[in-house]
Structures are given as structure tokens and as C-alpha cells.
């Protein structure tokens, strides 16, 4: 109504009223009301204006539209025909007049720091758009100006003759240029100006400045697009380098692996990109900004003053895509949308999220569950996605609005854990803690059948993807069985899983609906193959059994390393991937040929769930950190020529003189290094390789000597042996005793050893294979155990929330700490005078030797901290946790000076007595960490 109005307001009274027409339609009025702004303040002027406030989704703050188009030499022409200012720029009167006449349709609003005005109403921004930027040509170069204006090109030219406001990154220590970091990005990318766009996205100080604003995930976004456009412009014959294209690959897989830790802190920048594959964007953007650090450099973006290298870094980047993370608890459950676009993950903060596969953006999220969401899966036919809950109702959603359009309350008498669609999409299996399985009819949300059977808990159901009457389900009581739906019965019952009486640190209370499932005999996961044709099952048992749906024979078995949580068939069935929960791992399998391809590491809490995407290109994981975590398959299949050990490294330690060191694997090798090289020395394989509790090689230590080392596995020996040679000089039989720690007395003529199935420290004549003293006192078995420096002491730290301080001589106890959680680590600092523990409440302790007291408490770890130890000086502390980071930290006042990011978490850790600068740790997938502390 309005802008009709507008329109008859401008009618003259001796205008003829047959001529007295309005437009039939809006965009008609509109494009009438721009016409006569155009006769009133000039084409030229309105077209220019209105050009670069269409153009903008957010807005144009008036002082930038001023100077950009006082840069604008046809439009300067125009307008100051009759007056020429001092200086050659657009009079401000000008623009104040024209947004006068647009009065009502502006709408101001601040943002960035400025006052943006944009056209109130979407048809106003289409119109103009259809008008002022029609041509691609006009959409191109409108771009190109906003970026040569916030690049300060258009400072560079026109600066000083035309006033133009200089574009730096930052004002000042506390106030970032926000509009820059805003919209140069955004605006190359729709000039298609990809050289200086590269540019632009391989400036890590514009990548740090993005993310200290609080914008690293724009950037992702941003390079997300970039990459398209770049695919898309060569394929439309656009001349576009093929080095820009490879190297912005490049940086948006770097801004996918690491925009989590680089948003969350932005002086991580340099390490992070420092350490990645020598002769990639990232390092050679780092590199780059390590030579303009030798020159004067302001725009008030902060650098590093040092930073950790990871010398013998991997050639190529890891299968590690993404993290998705957002989630308030534990994500459940993941699955990929029928084309494999979306990701949805279902958690127990009675939320489903949807994240879109490429950039990782959040796409939506389902809300409508009083409980845990414990599973989501998508229809086959597309037309529904499906939720269950803890809530006992089962949840149907539109996967193309995200509303809800069904609920079924009470499905169930207790909580759901699992539903599966059937291969029509037209029915739904679900199983419940009640010991029932359920199948339903999708459109009317009614039971149309009950399977009963199950002694034990059911926790999970799978339908088979080509078999209407097929479904299998598990539970604890070691079941898993084979359903006939037509005819309600068990159509076999599948064995093969056993009993584990030593569950690995059971999570029951850390998980809701798990408290009542008897975790030593529980099958979490069952699923069919996409032929139909296998069914694989996940158990506690630390196995991953195929079996054949037609036989119910065993296809295949695979030992992981722990609790088997979740396994999924790739779409072509040749691979089969499996989770392990309390290894916090993934892992890929070759089924023809039994073998195992990769080991996925990274989350910091238990994997819950794991899905194949369609095209068989991506893994998705669900874990108890609260996050999902997307692989490139392929990647992971190259994994193993990238790491030196195969799985976990548990144990490194070094020669006393820091030329040696020693690392201990659950592939069952024991490396020496050549700390001078960084290359092994000597593979020691004299362990028996046979997994009696899933483990490989735990411990090992290097004498004071230097001559010898002393190794522990799940073969139950402590073996002492050559570290130059590796030949065998002894062999202690410990058995049921599984070392998980050990140490050389200072004469070398005494090892202690701590470890599982004991709740001591234990004192051997190595020489004799004679135990000599037990040093008792624990509730829970020790992980941790060392002398004092002068050897007068010995020190044990244990899962029951004590360390032990003995007398080295006659094993008497001298004193107890006590924390209110595991004392996964205590170790002296080099002079004597403190200790230094970590715990699964996630602090790091110092404590003063003689009062027994704590002087200082350091927190920042998200995870179980597993290790920690003093630097040779004793000024520095090292501590690495399950949270993928090894933590540098102030001795004296407790401050965190450094920290590095692993690819899994990380079990071993050790500073090298030779140098003040250089540690060693390993992790959960195999890598060896060699690490300097370098200044910049």
C-alpha cells in the first residue's frame, strides 16, 4: 500500500486519469519506483548504489558505500559535473538524499561494529538485483570492487587523493577490521577472483584474525565454496590454475581437521599448519608467515613466541575429516541421509542433529524427546527419518522440513535402544530393555507384531536390507538371533562370543539405560551386510564376528582391543568396520582377506556408534565426547605406511644420556630409536604374540646403563634383552601379572613392575628371575610406577585414588596420597624436592616431597590425564591425556604454555634427558611423536 502511495502521490493534478495507472503487480510498482528515483537523482548514481546494496545479503554500512563508489571514476564523472570538492570523492549529501526518498524501504540495523542499511523487503532485493545486476558481467564486477575496497587495493590507488579508508586486519590490540574479515572472502569468490582469493584464504594472518573474531567456521564455509566454484569454473572452461585449485583443496581439508582447535584458539595457527605434510598450502602458508615474522609487522594480529615441531611429521594428512561437535552429552548414534549429504547424530541431550557432509555446517536439529535419543536411522524409500528414546516413544520426522509428523508413546514399557527400517521403508523394527522386539507399520504408528524370545536385555535390531522377513537382534547374555517376522519365531541363534570377566573400566555409570545391561556377557551390535547375505556383531569380548545368514556359520573374526561397541559393512560389502568403545577407536577391516587396514583413533570418550556413507567414501563415528568424527575410507586404507607401529603405543622411555629410546606397542614390537636420526635402531620382536588379555607390548624401560631393556606384554613376561642386538638375556614368568610399567634400579641389578591382576608394586632380581619384595597397600591394581632420583624411594600410583611413596630398601611404606579420583601417574621432578600427578578427575598436581602437600593444581585437559614428567631442568612440566593434546606447563606458577594435538589420545609420554627441548610420547592408533619446542 505504501508504495502505491508513493506512486500516486507523484501524479500531477493536470495529469490526464486515463494515464493515472498502477502497475499490475509489485515488482511492476517497484521497478516504477526505482525508474523515477533514477529521472529524480540520475541512473548512473541510483543504479550504482542500489548495485551494491542488492548484492549484499547483509547490508551496506553508508561511509564503505561512499568510498567505494568514490573509486567509481564513470560515476565521478557523472555526478560532479557542476562542482568539483576538494577532494575527488561522492558527496556524502548525495547518498543522504536518495536514502531520504527510500525512506521506509531501508531498514538500519548495526552489526560488525557499523550501521548496515539494507532494503526492507525481499521483493525490493530481488527487483534490484534483476535490474541493477541481471548481467553476470555487472554481478562479477560489482565483487570486484567491494574486495579491491576491504583488500585496501582502493586505499592503495586512491588513498590520499580521494580519502579512502585503510583496510588493515586490525584497528588496534583489542579491535579486529570485522567488515574485512566479513566480506573480502565472500567477495572474491563472487568476482571469481581465485588468484587473490587464494591468497587471501593462504594468509594465516588473515586466518588467525577470522578466527580471533570468532568466525573459523565461516572460513570453513567459505572455503568449502571456494573449492566448488574453482571445480565449477574450470569445468565451464574459465581459466583457473591448477595450483590454486590443489592448494585450496588443501587448506579446506586443514580447515576441517583443525578449524575445532584453531577457533577455540587462534595462536594454535602456525603449529598447527607448521606440522602439516611438507610441500602443502598449510606449510608452505606457515612458512611463509615464519619469513614476514623477520620484518616489522603490525595490524595488531598476535604470534606465537614458540611452538612445538613434530619432526618426524607424517608425508601425508590423516583419514581424519572433520569434527562435527555441538552436542550438550554423550552422541549415541550416527547415520548418513539416503544421498549421503547429510550426516544425522543422535544424542542424549534428547536432541538429533543434522550436519551437512561437506562443510559440516548444522543444517537443523529435531527437538521433541523427554530422554536420551538413542537411535536415528533414514527410511531406504527417503520419505521419513526415525528416532527412538529413552522416553519409550519412537519419533517419525519430514528429512525434508525436519517437523515431526508422528509419535508412538509408550512403544515400549522400558527404554528404546534401537529401531531399523524395513527394506520398503514401510515397517520398523524396535528393541527395547524389556526384552521385546516390535515391528510397526510406518503410516499408522501401530504394532503389528512382538517377538519375544530374549532372556537377556535386547540392545540393538537390524532389518535386512533384502529380506521383508528378516530381522536380527542382541543383548547381554551373549544373544544374538535371527527373527522369521511372518512367523514371529527365532530362525537361528547365532554363537561364537564368550563371557569377559575383566570388562575394560565398564562406563555403565557414566551412560544412561546402561545400568541395568550385564556388561560381561552384552553383543551391543548386530547388522546385515547390504547383499544380505553376512551379519556381523559386536560384543564386549573385544571380537567382531561375521556369520553367514544363510548357514549361521562363522565368515570371519576380528580381535579389536577392546569392547567391541559398533560394526558396519561397507555399501560393497568387501569391508567391514568396527568400533572399539573403551579404546576409543575405529577400526577397517578386509573381509576376504581377514585382515586389518586401518586403525582410526581421536575421540576422547567411548565409540558408540559408526555408519558407512552410501557411496562408501565416508565413515562417520559417534562417541561419548559429546562429537562425531568423519573419515575419508580411502585415506584410512593408507594409514599403515604412515605409522611406525601398527596399533597402540603404550610405553616410550629414554636411555638416560637421551641418545636412545624406546617404544612399546600393542603390535607386539619394542623399537629402539636413534635419537640423533630419529630412526629405529633395532626392532626387538621376542614377546610371545598371543593376546591373553587383547593387548600387545605394554612396558618397556632402557637401563641406566644404556646397554639393556626391559619389556612387559600380554604374554604375561618381563623380558630383559640387548638394546643393541636385541638379543634375549632373560625371561621372567609373571604370570597372571600383566606389566603395565617398569623400571631400572639405579645399579641396574633390580626392576620394578606394576600392572593389571596386582595390587602391588613388584621388585625383581631380573638377573635371577627372583621377585623380591611385593609392595602392597593398593585396593586396585598400579599403572604407574618409578624410583626416586636418588634412588632411595620408590613410588606406585593406582587406580584406587592413591599413590605410595616405599623405601626403596625394605619396601616400608613412607606415605599415601590420596586424590578423589586415579592416580593414572606420579613421577619426581630431577632435584627430588616435588611430584608431579594426574588423574582421571583431569588436574595435574604438584606436590611438595616434603610436606605432602599440593602446591599447585593445573586444569585445561577435557579427558583421563595418563601421563606426566618434569623436563631435565625441572622448569617445565609435560602431560598427555585421552583428549589428543600433550600439554606444556609452567612448573612454578602452573601456567600452560604449550600444547600440542595428536591423532588420538595419547598413552605414553617422556622428556629426553639430554635435551631441555625435546619430548617423545605415543598414541592410540601408533603413532611415535618426536617433538622440539622451537622459538619462532
Same mark, same amino acid.
Given at each position: 500500500?505504501?508504495?502505491?502511495?508513493?506512486?500516486?502521490?507523484?501524479?500531477?493534478?493536470?495529469?490526464?486519469?486515463?494515464?493515472?495507472?498502477?502497475?499490475?503487480?509489485?515488482?511492476?510498482? %517497484?521497478?516504477?519506483? &526505482?525508474?523515477?528515483?533514477?529521472?529524480?537523482?540520475?541512473?548512473?548514481?541510483?543504479?550504482?548504489?542500489?548495485?551494491?546494496?542488492?548484492?549484499?545479503?547483509?547490508?551496506?554500512?553508508?561511509?564503505?558505500?561512499?568510498?567505494?563508489?568514490?573509486?567509481?571514476?564513470?560515476?565521478?564523472?557523472?555526478?560532479?559535473?557542476?562542482?568539483?570538492?576538494?577532494?575527488?570523492?561522492?558527496?556524502?549529501?548525495?547518498?543522504?538524499?536518495?536514502?531520504?526518498?527510500?525512506?521506509?524501504?531501508?531498514?538500519?540495523?548495526?552489526?560488525?561494529?557499523?550501521?548496515?542499511?539494507?532494503?526492507?523487503?525481499?521483493?525490493?532485493?530481488?527487483?534490484?538485483?534483476?535490474?541493477?545486476?541481471?548481467?553476470?558481467?555487472?554481478?562479477?564486477?560489482?565483487?570486484?570492487?567491494?574486495?579491491?575496497?576491504?583488500?585496501?587495493?582502493?586505499?592503495?590507488?586512491?588513498?590520499?587523493?580521494?580519502? %579512502?579508508?585503510?583496510?588493515?586486519?586490525?584497528?588496534?590490540?583489542?579491535?579486529?577490521?570485522? /567488515?574485512?574479515?566479513?566480506?573480502?572472502?565472500?567477495?572474491?569468490?563472487?568476482?571469481?577472483?581465485?588468484?587473490?582469493?587464494?591468497?587471501?584464504?593462504?594468509?594465516?594472518?588473515?586466518?588467525?584474525?577470522?578466527?580471533?573474531?570468532?568466525?573459523?567456521?565461516?572460513?570453513?564455509?567459505?572455503?568449502?565454496?571456494?573449492?566448488?566454484?574453482?571445480?565449477?569454473? *574450470?569445468?565451464?572452461?574459465?581459466?583457473?590454475?591448477?595450483? !590454486?585449485?590443489?592448494?585450496?583443496?588443501?587448506?579446506?581439508?586443514?580447515?576441517?581437521?583443525?578449524?575445532?582447535?584453531?577457533?577455540?584458539?587462534?595462536?594454535?595457527?602456525?603449529?598447527?599448519?607448521?606440522?602439516?605434510?611438507?610441500?602443502?598450502?598449510?606449510?608452505?602458508?606457515? #612458512?611463509?608467515?615464519?619469513?614476514?615474522?623477520?620484518?616489522?609487522?603490525?595490524?595488531?594480529?598476535?604470534?606465537?613466541?614458540?611452538? $612445538?615441531?613434530?619432526?618426524?611429521?607424517?608425508?601425508?594428512?590423516?583419514?581424519?575429516?572433520?569434527?562435527?561437535?555441538?552436542?550438550?552429552?554423550?552422541?549415541?548414534?550416527? @547415520?548418513?541421509?539416503?544421498?549421503?549429504?547429510?550426516?544425522?547424530?543422535?544424542?542424549?541431550?534428547?536432541?538429533?542433529?543434522?550436519?551437512?557432509?561437506?562443510?559440516?555446517?548444522?543444517?537443523?536439529?529435531?527437538?521433541?524427546?523427554?530422554?536420551?535419543?538413542?537411535?536415528?536411522?533414514?527410511?531406504?524409500?527417503?520419505?521419513?527419518?526415525?528416532?527412538?528414546?529413552?522416553? *519409550?516413544?519412537?519419533?517419525?520426522?519430514?528429512?525434508?522440513?525436519?517437523?515431526?509428523?508422528?509419535?508412538?508413546?509408550?512403544?515400549?514399557?522400558?527404554?528404546?535402544?534401537?529401531?531399523?527400517?524395513?527394506?520398503?521403508? #514401510?515397517?520398523?523394527?524396535?528393541?527395547?530393555?524389556?526384552?521385546? $522386539?516390535?515391528?510397526?507399520?510406518?503410516?499408522?504408528?501401530?504394532?503389528?507384531?512382538?517377538?519375544?524370545?530374549?532372556?537377556?536385555? @535386547?540392545?540393538?535390531?537390524?532389518?535386512?536390507?533384502?529380506?521383508?522377513?528378516?530381522?536380527?537382534?542382541?543383548?547381554?547374555?551373549?544373544?544374538?538371533?535371527?527373527?522369521?517376522?511372518?512367523?514371529?519365531?527365532?530362525?537361528?541363534?547365532?554363537?561364537?562370543?564368550?563371557?569377559?570377566?575383566?570388562? #575394560?573400566?565398564?562406563?555403565?555409570?557414566?551412560?544412561?539405560?546402561?545400568?541395568?545391561?550385564? &556388561?560381561?556377557?552384552?553383543?551391543?551390535?548386530?547388522?546385515?551386510? #547390504?547383499?544380505?547375505?553376512?551379519?556381523?556383531?559386536?560384543?564386549?569380548?573385544?571380537?567382531?564376528?561375521? &556369520?553367514?545368514?544363510?548357514?549361521?556359520?562363522?565368515?570371519?573374526?576380528?580381535?579389536?582391543? =577392546?569392547?567391541?561397541?559398533?560394526?558396519?559393512?561397507?555399501?560393497?560389502?568387501?569391508?567391514? !568396520?568396527?568400533?572399539?568403545?573403551?579404546?576409543?577407536?575405529?577400526?577397517?577391516?578386509?573381509?576376504?582377506?581377514?585382515?586389518?587396514?586401518?586403525?582410526?583413533?581421536?575421540?576422547?570418550?567411548?565409540?558408540?556408534?559408526?555408519?558407512?556413507?552410501?557411496?562408501?567414501?565416508? !565413515?562417520?563415528?559417534?562417541?561419548?565426547?559429546?562429537?562425531?568424527?568423519?573419515?575419508?575410507?580411502?585415506?584410512?586404507?593408507?594409514?599403515?605406511?604412515?605409522?611406525?607401529?601398527?596399533? /597402540?603405543?603404550?610405553?616410550?622411555?629414554?636411555?638416560?644420556?637421551?641418545?636412545?629410546?624406546?617404544?612399546?606397542?600393542?603390535?607386539?614390537?619394542?623399537?629402539?630409536?636413534?635419537?640423533?636420526?630419529?630412526?629405529?635402531?633395532? !626392532?626387538?620382536?621376542?614377546?610371545?604374540?598371543?593376546?591373553?588379555?587383547?593387548?600387545?607390548?605394554?612396558?618397556?624401560?632402557?637401563?641406566?646403563?644404556?646397554?639393556?631393556?626391559?619389556?612387559?606384554?600380554?604374554?604375561?613376561?618381563? /623380558?630383559?634383552?640387548?638394546?643393541?642386538?636385541?638379543?634375549?638375556?632373560?625371561?621372567? /614368568?609373571?604370570?597372571?601379572?600383566?606389566?603395565?610399567?617398569?623400571?631400572?634400579?639405579?645399579?641396574?641389578?633390580?626392576?620394578?613392575?606394576?600392572?593389571?591382576?596386582?595390587?602391588?608394586?613388584?621388585?625383581?632380581?631380573?638377573?635371577?628371575?627372583?621377585?623380591?619384595?611385593?609392595?602392597?597397600?593398593?585396593?586396585?591394581?598400579?599403572?604407574?610406577?618409578?624410583?626416586?632420583?636418588?634412588?632411595?624411594?620408590?613410588?606406585?600410583?593406582?587406580?584406587?585414588?592413591?599413590?605410595?611413596?616405599?623405601?626403596?630398601?625394605?619396601?616400608?611404606?613412607?606415605?599415601? $596420597?590420596?586424590?578423589?579420583?586415579?592416580? @593414572?601417574?606420579?613421577?619426581?621432578? =630431577?632435584?627430588?624436592?616435588?611430584?608431579?600427578?594426574?588423574?582421571?578427575?583431569?588436574?595435574?598436581? %604438584?606436590?611438595?616431597?616434603?610436606?605432602?602437600?599440593?602446591?599447585?593444581?593445573?586444569?585445561?585437559?577435557?579427558?583421563?590425564?595418563?601421563?606426566?614428567?618434569?623436563?631435565? =631442568?625441572?622448569?617445565?612440566?609435560?602431560?598427555?591425556?585421552?583428549?589428543?593434546?600433550?600439554?606444556?606447563?609452567?612448573?612454578?606458577?602452573?601456567?600452560?604454555?604449550?600444547?600440542?594435538?595428536?591423532?588420538?589420545?595419547?598413552?605414553?609420554?617422556?622428556?629426553?634427558?639430554? *635435551?631441555? =627441548?625435546?619430548?617423545?610420547?605415543?598414541?592410540?592408533?601408533?603413532?611415535?611423536?618426536?617433538?622440539?619446542?622451537?622459538?619462532?
Amino acid at each position: 500500500m505504501e508504495l502505491a502511495f508513493q506512486q500516486c502521490r507523484e501524479w500531477p493534478s493536470y495529469k490526464d486519469p486515463e494515464e493515472c495507472k498502477l502497475e499490475s503487480d509489485v515488482s511492476g510498482m %517497484i521497478n516504477a519506483f &526505482y525508474e523515477s528515483l533514477e529521472r529524480y537523482h540520475g541512473r548512473l548514481f541510483v543504479e550504482r548504489v542500489l548495485r551494491l546494496t542488492a548484492a549484499s545479503n547483509e547490508g551496506v554500512n553508508p561511509d564503505e558505500l561512499i568510498d567505494i563508489l568514490s573509486c567509481d571514476d564513470t560515476l565521478l564523472d557523472d555526478v560532479l559535473v557542476w562542482h568539483k570538492p576538494p577532494k575527488r570523492r561522492l558527496p556524502p549529501l548525495l547518498l543522504a538524499r536518495l536514502r531520504h526518498d527510500l525512506g521506509s524501504f531501508l531498514v538500519q540495523r548495526g552489526s560488525q561494529g557499523v550501521i548496515l542499511v539494507s532494503l526492507y523487503h525481499r521483493q525490493f532485493w530481488e527487483v534490484a538485483q534483476k535490474r541493477y545486476l541481471g548481467d553476470a558481467d555487472q554481478w562479477k564486477a560489482n565483487f570486484l570492487n567491494v574486495a579491491k575496497y576491504f583488500s585496501g587495493e582502493f586505499h592503495q590507488q586512491y588513498g590520499k587523493e580521494r580519502a %579512502i579508508a585503510a583496510q588493515p586486519l586490525a584497528f588496534g590490540p583489542t579491535a579486529l577490521n570485522l /567488515r574485512k574479515l566479513s566480506q573480502l572472502p565472500s567477495a572474491l569468490l563472487e568476482a571469481h577472483d581465485f588468484k587473490t582469493l587464494h591468497g587471501v584464504l593462504c594468509d594465516l594472518q588473515f586466518v588467525q584474525a577470522k578466527c580471533m573474531a570468532g568466525m573459523g567456521y565461516d572460513l570453513l564455509s567459505e572455503c568449502t565454496r571456494a573449492v566448488a566454484k574453482v571445480h565449477e569454473a *574450470k569445468e565451464k572452461g574459465e581459466p583457473v590454475d591448477d595450483t !590454486i585449485v590443489k592448494e585450496l583443496e588443501e587448506m579446506l581439508a586443514f580447515l576441517r581437521r583443525e578449524t575445532h582447535i584453531i577457533s577455540k584458539s587462534p595462536l594454535q595457527l602456525y603449529q598447527q599448519t607448521q606440522n602439516s605434510p611438507i610441500g602443502t598450502a598449510p606449510e608452505k602458508a606457515a #612458512n611463509a608467515l615464519k619469513q614476514m615474522s623477520k620484518t616489522a609487522q603490525n595490524d595488531f594480529i598476535p604470534k606465537p613466541s614458540s611452538w $612445538i615441531e613434530y619432526i618426524n611429521k607424517p608425508t601425508e594428512t590423516e583419514a581424519y575429516k572433520q569434527q562435527l561437535s555441538g552436542h550438550l552429552e554423550v552422541v549415541l548414534s550416527v @547415520t548418513f541421509s539416503k544421498d549421503g549429504n547429510t550426516i544425522f547424530s543422535a544424542s542424549e541431550d534428547k536432541t538429533v542433529r543434522a550436519w551437512d557432509r561437506h562443510t559440516g555446517d548444522l543444517k537443523g536439529q529435531l527437538e521433541g524427546h523427554n530422554g536420551a535419543v538413542t537411535c536415528v536411522r533414514y527410511s531406504p524409500s527417503g520419505d521419513y527419518i526415525a528416532t527412538s528414546s529413552g522416553d *519409550k516413544s519412537i519419533h517419525l520426522w519430514n528429512p525434508n522440513n525436519f517437523q515431526l509428523e508422528r509419535v508412538i508413546e509408550n512403544a515400549h514399557e522400558k527404554w528404546i535402544n534401537c529401531i531399523s527400517f524395513s527394506p520398503k521403508g #514401510n515397517r520398523l523394527v524396535s528393541s527395547s530393555l524389556d526384552k521385546q $522386539i516390535k515391528i510397526w507399520d510406518v503410516k499408522s504408528g501401530k504394532a503389528v507384531a512382538t517377538l519375544t524370545g530374549h532372556q537377556g536385555h @535386547t540392545v540393538f535390531c537390524d532389518w535386512s536390507p533384502t529380506d521383508e522377513n528378516m530381522v536380527a537382534s542382541c543383548g547381554d547374555n551373549l544373544e544374538i538371533f535371527l527373527w522369521d517376522v511372518n512367523k514371529k519365531t527365532i530362525q537361528q541363534t547365532l554363537s561364537g562370543h564368550e563371557i569377559k570377566d575383566n570388562v #575394560n573400566f565398564p562406563a555403565s555409570d557414566r551412560l544412561e539405560g546402561h545400568k541395568i545391561i550385564d &556388561y560381561k556377557s552384552a553383543i551391543w551390535c548386530v547388522r546385515f551386510s #547390504n547383499n544380505g547375505k553376512m551379519v556381523a556383531s559386536a560384543a564386549v569380548d573385544s571380537s567382531a564376528i561375521i &556369520y553367514s545368514t544363510e548357514s549361521g556359520g562363522n565368515v570371519a573374526t576380528f580381535g579389536l582391543p =577392546n569392547d567391541a561397541s559398533s560394526v558396519a559393512f561397507s555399501p560393497d560389502d568387501k569391508l567391514l !568396520i568396527a568400533s572399539s568403545s573403551s579404546h576409543m577407536s575405529v577400526h577397517l577391516y578386509n573381509i576376504e582377506k581377514q585382515e586389518t587396514l586401518a586403525l582410526l583413533g581421536g575421540h576422547s570418550g567411548w565409540v558408540m556408534d559408526i555408519s558407512f556413507s552410501p557411496d562408501g567414501k565416508l !565413515i562417520a563415528s559417534a562417541s561419548q565426547d559429546k562429537s562425531v568424527r568423519v573419515w575419508d575410507a580411502a585415506a584410512a586404507e593408507k594409514l599403515s605406511t604412515l605409522r611406525f607401529h601398527s596399533e /597402540r603405543c603404550w610405553s616410550v622411555s629414554y636411555s638416560p644420556d637421551g641418545k636412545w629410546l624406546a617404544s612399546a606397542s600393542d603390535d607386539f614390537k619394542v623399537c629402539v630409536w636413534n635419537m640423533e636420526t630419529y630412526k629405529p635402531s633395532l !626392532i626387538y620382536e621376542g614377546h610371545d604374540k598371543k593376546r591373553t588379555l587383547s593387548c600387545g607390548v605394554r612396558a618397556c624401560t632402557i637401563s641406566n646403563s644404556c646397554d639393556l631393556v626391559a619389556s612387559g606384554g600380554d604374554d604375561l613376561t618381563i /623380558r630383559v634383552w640387548t638394546r643393541d642386538k636385541g638379543e634375549t638375556k632373560t625371561t621372567i /614368568r609373571c604370570h597372571p601379572f600383566l606389566p603395565w610399567c617398569l623400571r631400572f634400579s639405579k645399579d641396574d641389578k633390580k626392576i620394578i613392575a606394576v600392572g593389571e591382576f596386582t595390587q602391588s608394586v613388584q621388585v625383581w632380581d631380573w638377573e635371577k628371575e627372583t621377585k623380591l619384595m611385593e609392595l602392597g597397600g593398593f585396593e586396585r591394581f598400579c599403572q604407574y610406577t618409578e624410583f626416586s632420583p636418588d634412588g632411595d624411594k620408590i613410588i606406585g600410583s593406582s587406580i584406587d585414588n592413591t599413590a605410595c611413596i616405599f623405601n626403596a630398601t625394605d619396601g616400608a611404606l613412607i606415605h599415601t $596420597i590420596q586424590q578423589p579420583k586415579w592416580i @593414572t601417574c606420579a613421577s619426581y621432578s =630431577n632435584d627430588g624436592k616435588n611430584l608431579v600427578t594426574c588423574s582421571d578427575d583431569l588436574l595435574v598436581r %604438584i606436590w611438595d616431597t616434603k610436606t605432602n602437600e599440593v602446591t599447585c593444581e593445573m586444569p585445561g585437559h577435557t579427558t583421563e590425564v595418563r601421563i606426566v614428567c618434569f623436563s631435565p =631442568n625441572d622448569k617445565y612440566i609435560a602431560s598427555a591425556a585421552l583428549d589428543q593434546s600433550i600439554r606444556i606447563w609452567d612448573a612454578k606458577s602452573g601456567k600452560q604454555r604449550h600444547v600440542f594435538y595428536t591423532a588420538a589420545g595419547v598413552w605414553a609420554l617422556a622428556w629426553n634427558p639430554g *635435551k631441555q =627441548n625435546e619430548l617423545s610420547a605415543g598414541d592410540a592408533v601408533g603413532y611415535v611423536y618426536f617433538l622440539q619446542i622451537n622459538d619462532l
